[in-house]
């Protein structure tokens, strides 16, 4: 299923890279150079050190950190934190903390970035003569277009992007195109903007300038999408990342200096504040042609944000880190999925963004803490990748961690005042966070009390079982999902499900584990069958991007199975084996409650009483495992923690029953 453009550079692989990758950052000059003016004046001496501080951080933290060193966690084609995470995890057990929290500060951003696009580019309208007194940051008309770009974006994500996405390419190429131009014709009347390339003048901002250290809160809009270019580094392929920056920076830059040079060409210290440095760069005659493509543009970018949460939330459920909710694939392109319970999340938080702040200044004054904190997480997973899996020399390893941990703690400082400002954020990031560290922890805890028999002592019951005829037939093919490492054990409490109450006597009973690998797209597979058309086990090697559609999955081992003679699937039932017809398969999913008997306390307590509790209430589904509803038996089995348990009880009664 994959392009050649994911493995080498090509045009279709550029020109796809520039509609997934950029978006986010090549719309960055929309509000970014118009947050400092507002924050701190049109001085030459500021407006140069602005300069130069977004280019240096373009080069330092996009370029250096992300388009050289990041791009080479490549995990076999794949990008992102929890690609990363997959790298590395075996190297600390601590590391799933920066994992679930850069995780989680990125999906939060994926509630203000559509907003605060989308607000810049329809703000621009209100250059346009005529509606100068119609178009007025935060008024009603501004928010309902705002609103309604939004909502049909949302709505339009259960569609896939099959259709369009193929404009979203060269709409971006013209894009980039544009704002080169349109610097570059400011640049041609005052060339010596491109003295603001000097460090000097960033550092002398940044160490004379009265607010020059909390601008760098304003300048790191620049780079707010420098976490996609790894993210998604699995849809287009690191060269065509790395070929096509070359053409976005250059853009980005010309564009910067452009807006630079007019504001210096204005000779004033204080410009209105209504103005866009970006807008009035456009010549009078296509300024309605440059909003459209700049809203056009902030569609592509919100588009992008919005398909790498649903990829991020599918890798969370993979790793164990959030529930089962339901995903779907709307389109056959690889990778391209549909979550309906985190579209629908995602659309009330960007409406109550866009209600909330109002105007794209105000969403700007709360935006960057989150992102800050995303790469962060990426720095600290990255010094181990480089240290333990490049085996680079401690030395360089240490000096680049000591760089961009730098770059990043000034702009999370420089960031952190804007924490008052968006309160609102905290706690859907709160609430991301904790679910995904209670989901983690949780499984761990409840891993612990798992108790595992042999299951070679059991073969022989299952087997008498089966052949005992005054037991009703419970199912032809009796499925159980195991966490059972070992072929040789078996969870207790499938025993208990199998034997005691209402035995469950089938022809043949199937154990099914799933192992996740490190690797996004592994898909293997075995079978031992363990009693001759009795007891089969089938083991999954799954990798962490692949859908655990497991009902799918069996069936084409069944069908395998068959084909080699191996098995034979007809019905038991004399009525329906002579006309032919295949024999029933039924999953039973062992569903664990917290029962009120425990004695658990503390950390663990709090964390399993949590758990329980947003599982209760979690959108969780069994078809995503793949497991259709009429072929799915729940079965619910109380965790039971305490000396005299039922469980303790249940352990006694097989040991004396053996």
Known sequence: MESSHFKKVSVGGLLVTLGIIFGDIGTSPLYTLQTIIKEGGATPELILGALSCIFWTLTLQTTFKYIIITLQADNKGEGGIFSLYALVRRYGKKLVFPAIIGAGT????????????????????????????????GNHLVMGLVLGILVALFVFQRFGTKVVGGSFGP???????????????????????????????GFKLLVLHPKGFWLLGAVFLCTTGAEALYSDLGHCGRKNIQVSWIFVKTSLVLNYLGQGAWVLMQGQTKLPDDTNPFFKIVPHGYLLPSIILATAATIIASQALISGSFTLISE???????????????????????????????????????????????????????ITIAMLMTTILMYYFLRYVK??????????????????????????????KRLFFLVFEFGLIFTMYVWYSARKITNRFLNFVNIKDYIPLLEDLSNDTSVPKYATHLIFLTKANSVNQIEERIIYSIFSRKPKRADIYWFVHVERTDEPYTIEYSVDEMKNDKVIR??????????????????????????????????????????????DFIFVVLETFLSTDNEIRGKDGFILNSYFFLKQFSLADDKSFGLDASETRVEKIPLVVNPFSKMDLRRLYFKTWD
């Open 171 to 201: 709409i971006m190429f013209i894009w980039f195109l544009t704002i080169a131009l349109l610097g570059l014709h400011q640049i041609i009347h005052y060339p010596q903007i491109f003295k603001a390339l000097s460090p000097v003048y």
């Open 391 to 420: 085996h680079y020399p401690l030395i360089i390893v240490t000096l680049i961690l000591i760089m961009f941990g730098t770059v990043e703690t000034s702009f999370f400082i420089a960031n952190a005042v804007k924490l008052f």
């Open 106 to 137: 990125l999906i939060a951003d994926g509630i203000i970035t559509p907003p605060i696009s989308v607000t810049s580019a329809i703000e621009g309208l209100g250059g346009v003569k005529g509606l100068e007194n119609v178009i007025v940051p």
């Open 316 to 370: 969370a459920i993979s790793l164990n880190f959030w529930p089962k909710v339901k995903i779907k694939f709307p389109t056959s392109i690889r990778g391209q999925l549909y979550l309906p319970s985190i579209n629908w999340i995602l659309c009330v938080g960007c409406v109550l963004v866009v209600l909330y702040f109002k105007t794209s200044e105000n969403m700007t004054a709360a935006y960057g803490f989150s």
């Open 538 to 583: 089938v083991e999954f090697r799954l990798g962490f991007r692949v859908q655990p559609r497991i009902n799918l999955m069996l069936r084409k081992v069944v069908e395998e199975m068959v084909a080699n003679k191996e098995l034979d699937i007809t019905s038991r039932y004399p009525s329906l084996s002579k006309h032919h017809l295949a024999a």
